[in-house]
């Protein structure tokens, strides 16, 4: 079947250190998204892209939309503390029989910072 | 305050119980969605209403009923619970579609099924 996926599943950084992450679709995408969950929270939009090859900043995270429209990137430069969460790449629905305006999510990130 | 809130915040229940988590916003939001969060799985859409009176199924709707009778309103109910039916359940609202809209969301109902 069709998937949105997020690598890597997690990742066990330094404070300080710059993060990489990504999400492939098997899919032709026209909009990505990035979310972060805070621990007990509900997510929140990071970035949202709409270009093949648009690439985007707030502040020290930059994402890119993949020039094949079935990937994305999400990077953190020196990452802080408070940057511990979870991180989910979304797109259009890739299931069948739903509606059109429901959002995939991929799996998650979920980033852990050693200070 | 404004906002999206979700109740109860903790529910345990028993298998085969009728069970319904409530969603109410502020905004007058359009848009309202359910998802579900599991280990492994991420977030996986059960269902959503584009406005009132319209719902849609998401992935994983089987098991589930929502009603849409006010714009800021959104219930979700289990019919009979099952203890896959565990889950973190997050509701989320946006002014329009999710493409071209931030969803905004809940800080999510913990459900157990015994």
């Known amino acids: 079947g069709q998937q949105l996926n997020q690598s890597p599943q997690s990742m066990f950084i330094q404070e300080g250190e710059d993060v990489s992450m990504n999400c492939t679709s098997s899919s032709i995408f026209n909009t990505w998204l990035w979310y972060k969950q805070d621990p007990g929270e509900g997510p929140v939009l990071l970035i949202a892209?709409?270009?093949?090859?648009e690439l985007t900043s707030n502040g020290r995270l930059t994402a890119q939309f993949g020039i094949t429209r079935k990937d994305s990137f999400l990077n953190i430069s020196a990452s802080i503390p408070s940057d511990v969460g979870i991180y989910f790449c979304?797109?259009?629905?890739?299931?069948?029989?739903?509606?059109?305006?429901?959002?995939?999510f991929g799996k998650g990130t979920h980033l852990i910072i050693q200070p | 305050d404004a906002g999206i809130t979700q109740s109860p915040r903790y529910k345990i229940t028993e298998t085969g119980r009728q069970v319904t988590l409530m969603c109410h916003q502020t905004?007058?939001?359009?848009?309202m969605f359910w998802y579900r969060q599991d280990l492994g799985h991420g977030l996986r859409l059960i269902y959503y209403?584009?406005?009132?009176?319209?719902?849609d199924k998401g992935e994983v709707s089987d098991g589930y009923v929502v009603s849409r009778s006010k714009t800021e309103n959104f219930p979700l109910t289990l019919e009979s619970a099952t203890r896959s039916q565990t889950s973190v359940y997050f509701c989320?609202?946006?002014?329009?579609?999710?493409?071209?809209?931030?969803?905004?969301f809940g800080n999510g109902t913990r459900l157990t099924v015994t």
């Open positions: 209403s584009a406005a009132a009176d319209i719902t």
């Open positions: 989320a609202s946006s002014p329009g579609s999710p493409n071209n809209s931030p969803l905004h």
């Open positions: 905004w007058s939001h359009s848009y």
């Open positions: 892209l709409y270009k093949a090859g």
């Open positions: 979304a797109g259009p629905p890739l299931y069948s029989g739903g509606g059109a305006d429901g959002l995939t």
